[in-house]
């Protein structure tokens, strides 16, 4: 019997369906207008583009403007790429510009879709920024569809790590810029650590189309950005702390899988403070309960989470005496990433690697908060329903499903389960044996690059030809995976690695004519293009007689939206293809999530080694298994940004603070407002509000006047005239200050007093709020165990630092009056020497910034085709630790990588 939901549907069409339906009547509209456009000469596509920009400039509605600027941009498209949108990539341009996530599949054409909403949103001069995850397709995608927006008279730019300031404020300053979550991120963090207008970089936050939406917004939210400096050196601790966590026993510790957290067992904790006190690490008569010992309880942990939670070649591997994190969700390396807390540090110890100082925070920021400082936000991927909540409910993002252009026609088997990982191994191997003789190219999607390289032995054991990508081989990502579609290819692939280069059926056309262009440059072109195109068209016939591209997962992984982006790599636009999913009871996700019950039904059915089942309730029991480690992932994610969101609102004054200073040509009024809350401030603690004159602290004002604002007054004889009160006390401090600091003023010469003052003011924020961010971090990592106390957490950390905030702003007024007051008049020449040495100083600050960010944000990506170690132009984005493309043997940051 159906239910009420189910008939419901049946009538009156889904949700989904609904907004497709809507849609549709634009579309026509478009449609309609196609041979009008047609007509158009090349520079009249560019006059339209000028008359649609004065009208949304004039106040039109964008959306009254969408069916021309479609019509105009499709038409752009066609001339430039020879590409023309299918109805459904207009459908997907709508609901972007809509500010929704439009949920299309792999191969649909994204790329071309992003240019639709960016080219109407543009129309209004605020600047479009198009999002991607790595540094590659950015400017890959740019370069691309600079065709297009050239096209219809918009300008294109692209931002990268290590940038030259003055290309990166053109490439802000174009129509649309495309970029990396990362490059923007930071260069939010950098701007705000400017000290004037016009050496920031970035505009409004007016549009952003977020590409792989699901991967930037919900994968990568977990990790905030983070610019640091180093703080100071314990190496020698984790080394000590590193010698005794092999001695630790099981009894000695619990590890919850789970959470993936790990503790102490009291027994631990005896055991630990035996071996401390004799190692000398902990003094004597010192438990590790006392507060003196938190330094080092907080290392042990680490220490302890290191060994037993970290493992190498799966969270990490060690290259050139280097830990590199390794992406979970990509299986990417993550240059310049650091672990915080001294966790990868702890790492370091473990390897035996050079252990790397700890850093200080000198500004960060989540992706959360970052992309909901835009206007309107909008993202495209190939899995977002599943997420469709978080996005919903952390972005205010919908989230729609586009239909593909042509049916899907593959087959999706039902997922496979043995008893062993071995019987499971065997199985994979007969299978793509299977398959290669009859050349189908397998796409094998594996979790770990561990275990990759055991399926790439079995496999070479078994005498079958394939290509392993995974961290290791990370640079000849692209290539691989264009070749993966070939007659009998066989490409073991580490958790998705390559989204953004299509697994075209028999081969990727366009990088076998660059191949071939690059192995003999005097060739025609178009000669190569033709030839090539032929002998695709055969390859892709054999292969489309052979099933198409068959996807083999080895595991499941903790999130459906990772397994439904391998399986959505086999069968692009209306391709036949063929998906199965091999399990065992020993992986994690069985393991952990009651593979117990399975293997007592595996054995009741007397089932026989090498046998496996098959059976659609199994796929149900995995995906509850899966939603629950996806909805535990959305809570602590939730968790992070409601504690972050208590820091974001103070980000946002500190960070509108700074700006209005840089803005303001005379800062002298914000500065005198300051001097007088400050002597306010001194006279209500010095002199309380309805006390006797017999009470007043005369003396201790008179003190604090000459430290705090550098003037000498006789406030202990004004206590002491008749008729004088708090008031007229305040009245002639004030008084005094002004005049002290306006004879400076005219000493040191009003413009250079001006400059003085806005400098000053900017370097006590800037310090202050760092102290503040570390206090902060300090205060999130004790915050938690109120919750014993039955309070909660949550609000204990938003009283207590917003107690902080004020106290920082409390602090500020009196450190930017004292400083002021202790400047002293100086000739000319030390004027100048002064201001010279702060030009410096400042200099010096803005390059250890941005050296910090650029380690942070470098993405590992390989040299680019048609290397020169003579050129540097083509060696792609090297990380700071990696030798130097030219082959000087020298880290590429102590060669050409050298910050000037």
């Not at 019987?423 to 189908?440: C, L, N, P, R, S």
């Not at 004004?718 to 008084?735: A, H, K, N, P, S």
């Not at 300090?778 to 938690?784: A, D, I, M, T, Y």
């Amino acid at each position: 019997m159906l239910g009420i939901g189910t008939i419901a549907k049946k009538v009156f069409g889904t949700p989904n369906d609904r907004k497709i339906k809507a849609t549709r009547q634009i579309v026509e509209q478009i449609n309609a207008l196609e041979p009008e456009f047609e007509k158009l000469s090349d520079d009249g596509i560019k006059d339209k583009t000028e008359a649609l920009a004065q009208r949304a400039m004039g106040g039109e509605p964008l959306d009254a403007l969408l069916p021309e600027a479609f019509a105009n941009c499709r038409e752009a498209a066609k001339r430039a790429l020879g590409l023309r949108a299918f109805d459904v990539q207009l459908m997907g341009g709508i609901f972007l510009h809509e500010g929704n996530i439009s949920e299309m599949k792999t191969g649909e054409g994204k790329t071309l879709v992003a240019t639709f909403p960016a080219y109407l949103n543009a129309l209004t001069g605020k600047g479009v920024h198009i999002v991607t995850v790595n540094d590659y397709l950015a400017k890959r995608d740019a370069e691309w569809m600079s065709n297009v927006y050239g096209a219809l008279g918009l300008t294109t730019g692209v931002v990268y790590p290590q940038q030259p300031e003055d290309e990166k404020k053109a490439a802000y300053a174009c129509d649309v810029t495309y970029a990396t979550n990362n490059e923007l991120g930071f260069d939010y963090l950098r701007d705000n650590m400017k000290s004037s207008l016009k050496e920031m970089n970035q505009r409004d936050h007016h549009y952003a189309i977020v590409d792989e939406v699901d991967s930037i917004l919900i994968d990568e939210a977990r990790t905030p950005l983070i610019i640091s400096g180093p703080a100071q050196d314990r190496s020698e601790l984790y080394v000590t702390i590193d010698k005794l966590i092999p001695e630790i026993t099981d009894e000695h510790y619990t590890l919850d899988e789970k959470t993936r957290n790990v503790t102490f067992t009291d027994e631990g904790n005896e055991f630990l403070e035996e071996r401390l006190l004799a190692e000398g690490i902990l003094p004597e008569g010192q438990s590790l309960y006392d507060p003196e010992s938190t330094t080092i309880v907080h290392h042990v942990n680490q220490g302890l989470r290191a060994h037993k939670l970290f493992q190498r070649d799966k969270d990490y591997i060690v290259r050139d005496g280097e830990v590199m994190l390794i992406d979970e969700f990509t299986g990417r390396m993550m240059a310049g990433r650091r672990l915080s807390d001294g966790l990868h540090q702890a790492i370091e110890a473990k390897e035996g690697c050079a252990i790397q100082p700890e850093n200080v925070t000198l500004a960060s920021v989540t992706f959360q908060n970052y992309f909901r400082l835009y206007d309107k936000l909008a993202g495209m991927t190939g899995t977002a329903s599943t997420e469709a909540e978080e996005f919903s409910e952390i972005y205010g993002l919908g989230v729609v499903e586009v239909p593909t252009n042509r049916p899907i026609s593959r087959h999706d088997e039902h997922d496979a389960v043995y008893r062993t990982a071995k019987e499971k191994y065997d199985a994979i191997v007969e299978t793509i044996q299977e398959a290669t003789e009859k050349g189908q190219p397998v796409l094998v999607g594996t979790t770990s690059i561990e275990k990759s390289e055991l399926l790439s032995q079995l496999l070479t054991t078994a005498k079958v030809k394939h290509n392993v990508l995974n961290a290791r081989q990370h640079e000849k990502e692209a290539q691989i995976v264009a070749d993966a579609g070939k007659f009998g290819a066989v490409t073991i692939a580490t958790n998705m690695a390559g989204r953004g280069t299509d697994i075209q059926l028999g081969g990727n056309v366009d990088m076998k004519v660059m191949e071939a262009m690059q192995s003999d440059p005097d060739a025609d072109p178009e000669a190569l293009r033709a030839k090539i195109e032929a002998e695709h068209a055969d390859e892709k016939a054999k292969v489309l007689e052979a099933g198409g591209l068959f996807v083999l997962a080895t595991e499941r992984h903790e999130s459906r939206r990772i397994d439904n982006q391998l399986r959505g790599r086999s069968g692009r636009q209306g391709d036949p293809g063929r998906s199965a999913f091999f399990l065992s009871l020993e992986d994690d996700l069985m393991r952990i999530f009651g593979s117990e019950r399975l293997d007592k039904v595996l054995s009741s059915l007397g089932m026989k080694e090498g046998e496996a089942i098959v059976h659609p309730w199994v796929n149900k029991s995995l995906e509850k298994a899966q939603a629950k480690v996806e909805g535990r992932n959305f809570d602590i994610r939730k968790q992070l940004l409601k504690f972050d969101d208590v820091m974001n609102d103070q980000r946002k004054v500190i960070f509108a603070q700074r700006r209005e200073i840089m803005e303001a040509a005379d800062l002298s009024e914000i500065v005198q407002d300051m001097r007088h809350q400050v002597i306010e401030d001194l006279v209500d603690f010095h002199i309380p509000p309805k006390t006797y004159a017999d009470q007043w602290d005369t003396e201790g004002l008179q003190e604090a006047a000459k430290k705090h604002l550098g003037v000498e007054v006789p406030v202990v004889e004004w206590g002491d005239e008749e008729g004088v009160d708090d008031e007229v006390i305040r009245e002639r401090l004030e008084e005094a200050a002004d005049e002290f600091m306006a004879s400076k003023a005219a000493k040191f010469g009003p413009e250079n007093m001006r400059m003085i003052e806005k400098q000053i003011l900017l370097q006590t924020i800037d310090g202050k709020w760092r102290e503040h961010l570390l206090t902060l971090e300090h205060l999130r990592s004790v915050v938690g165990f109120r919750g014993y106390a039955q309070r909660d957490p949550l609000n204990e950390y938003k009283t207590e630092s917003f107690q902080l905030f004020e106290s920082l702003l409390n602090t500020l007024r009196e450190e930017v009056t004292e400083k002021l007051s202790q400047i002293r008049p100086l000739t000319e020449e030390e004027q100048q020497q002064m201001l010279s040495q702060m030009a410096a100083q400042q200099k010096a600050q803005q390059q250890q910034i941005d050296a910090a960010a650029d380690a942070a944000v470098a993405e590992a990506e390989g040299p680019t085709d048609g290397f020169d170690e003579n050129n540097p132009e083509t060696w792609g984005n090297p990380g700071r630790n990696e030798p130097c493309p030219c082959g000087s043997g020298k880290k590429f940051k102590h060669c050409h990588g050298r910050l000037a």
